[in-house]
């Protein structure tokens, strides 16, 4: 299957500084990217959507501003979370597909954990 | 608002089929039937999907009932390795959400 990498795979940071976590896909070219978050023993939520070129989709409850995504190019998508606090540490997972129809597979990456102390 | 549902969780002992069932009762024409597996501290990872019929590939085999309100993910010889959490996830690949899962134990 295809490859999904992030980085960092996990990161601790003071609070209110700001963490930027990379997700690409290395062999294939990814229209669309999404971004989860999931706490311990709960299942993964979907935070974001975002396609090449456009502005991210964010789900109900998440804030545009706290978590900034960009996704410049067909491989490449950032998630920053800025002005981190404590409620913010998590395993933050991305996956990316390469088409956009019905039936695509979404990849996964091996996610970040991060840890605002 | 779950689109599917799973048992919470389920054993398998080693070496023997784990069949893990989903409930997607309200699925829609275009909409197709994904699983993921998830093993502790990991990213989920691809396992198979379906439409309409069933699908088989080298890591599991998909049957969906023929009114696709139901189908069965099989590992055919389950190994300690493939404890996780199995995912049932359905839609059209818009926008992929997760339920609560099965968490599948194989014992030796």
């Known amino acids: 299957g295809a490859v999904v990498s992030q980085h960092p795979s996990r990161v601790i940071c003071k609070s209110g500084t700001s963490v930027k976590i990379e997700c690409r896909s290395l062999?294939?070219?990814?229209?669309?990217m999404f971004w989860y978050r999931q706490f311990p023993k709960q299942s993964l939520m979907l935070m974001a959507t975002?396609?090449?070129?456009?502005?991210?989709?964010?789900e109900q409850g998440v804030e545009k501003d706290k978590f900034l995504i960009n996704h410049a190019s067909l491989t490449l998508s950032t998630l920053t979370v800025t002005s981190a606090h404590p409620e913010d540490s998590s395993f933050y997972i991305c996956?990316?597909?390469?088409?956009?129809?019905?039936?695509?597979?979404?990849?996964f990456g091996p996610g970040t954990r991060l840890l605002v102390l | 608002d779950a689109k599917t549902t799973q048992p919470t969780s389920m054993d398998c002992a080693e070496g023997r089929a784990a069949n893990l069932p989903c409930n997607h009762s309200?699925?829609?024409?275009?909409?197709?039937v994904y699983w993921y597996r998830q093993i502790h501290s990991q990213g989920p990872q691809y396992i198979i999907h379906?439409?309409?019929n069933n699908e088989t590939n080298e890591m599991a085999s998909l049957i969906i009932t023929e009114d696709r309100k139901s189908s069965t993910l099989i590992l055919p010889h389950a190994t300690l390795r493939d404890t996780a959490v199995y995912y049932c996830?359905?839609?059209?690949?818009?926008?992929?959400?997760f339920g609560a899962g099965t968490r599948l134990t194989v014992k030796p």
């Open positions: 996956s990316a597909r390469a088409g956009a129809g019905g039936g695509e597979t979404q990849y």
């Open positions: 062999d294939f070219q990814a229209t669309t």
């Open positions: 975002s396609n090449e070129g456009s502005k991210a989709t964010y």
């Open positions: 309200t699925i829609s024409g275009n909409e197709y």
């Open positions: 379906g439409l309409k």
């Open positions: 996830i359905v839609g059209n690949n818009n926008d992929m959400r």
